[in-house]
């Protein structure tokens, strides 16, 4: 419940960043005062300055828009791949098992990030539209693990007594997987979403530390942690803070995820 809460206020707080930011602070995250660069954490400026004089709280709470949006998308992607493959290959096997496996191994087997780094050079350089695209396009190469892991679960449903009696009473094969299977999957897409949550943040903080990810002016947090790192002895606070917001969203997703595991999982009702 912890979790949660924590991860409901990083979601408010980033909503309503531009209000709390100009409101509340009279701060503008995209404003440059050179004449105040590197300013440590003071009343006028709490999280400090960067390299160009902006104010690093107010970068860090519209950042976290950017982000928690390239991460949900990044984890929806997946999910809706991974989890319809790993179905159908774990309940039915055969011949489209062995061909999923197939396509799993062979995509396996492609180096994601130089895939990432060809294909994010082709994006368009829109501060809107590219986050997305490259969310997609992460998704899109990452759902082979999940199609493996709940491939795994389904393969051992199906052969269960209650889901053989099912399947000897006439129920069909879209009942027994939404009604049987499915629940037994659920848990465990919980914890795979809120690893490829954590996950796709970190992955675009990598494009954006060679310059693919999310250019500037938009700021993420990959983007800001990446841009730091080269003032951390500097400027410490630039590492401290965008750093600190992706370790408790982190942190609460993954709590969250784990607490929804046990909570849904049927075998631990019992």
Do not use: C
Not at 114 to 131: A, G, H, K
Not at 243 to 248: E, K, R
């Amino acid at each position: 419940m912890a979790a949660l809460w924590l991860l409901v206020a990083v979601v408010l707080l980033t909503v309503v960043a531009p209000v709390i930011a100009q409101s509340v602070f009279g701060l503008d995250p995209y404003r440059q005062t050179l004449t105040q660069r590197f300013q440590a954490p003071s009343l006028a400026h709490p999280s400090g300055t960067d390299d160009l004089g902006r104010d690093v709280l107010a970068r860090t709470l519209v950042a976290g828009r950017v982000s928690l949006l390239i991460g949900l998308t990044i984890a929806l992607v997946s999910l809706l791949i991974g989890v319809p493959v790993g179905l159908a290959s774990g309940f039915y096997g055969g011949r489209f098992d062995d061909l999923s496996n197939a396509v799993i191994q062979t995509l396996s087997n492609i180096p994601a990030l130089f895939l990432l780094i060809m294909i994010s050079t082709t994006l368009p350089r829109d501060p809107v539209l590219r986050p997305f695209l490259l969310a997609v396009i992460i998704g899109a190469l990452g759902w082979m693990g999940t199609a493996r892991l709940v491939r795994g679960t389904a393969f051992s449903v199906r052969e269960r007594d209650y889901v053989l009696a099912a399947r000897a009473l006439g129920a069909s094969d879209g009942r027994v997987i939404f009604q049987h299977v499915l629940p037994n999957v659920f848990s465990l897409v919980t914890v795979i979403a809120g690893f490829d949550i954590a996950g796709g943040i970190l992955a675009e903080s990598a494009l954006s530390y060679l310059g693919l990810g999310v250019l500037p002016p938009t700021a993420s947090w990959g983007s800001m942690l990446a841009g730091s790192l080269e003032n951390v002895t500097r400027a410490p606070w630039l590492v401290l803070f965008p750093g600190l917001a992706i370790f408790l969203t982190a942190l609460s997703i993954f709590l969250l995820a784990d607490g929804l595991r046990d909570a849904l999982d049927p075998r631990l009702k019992a």
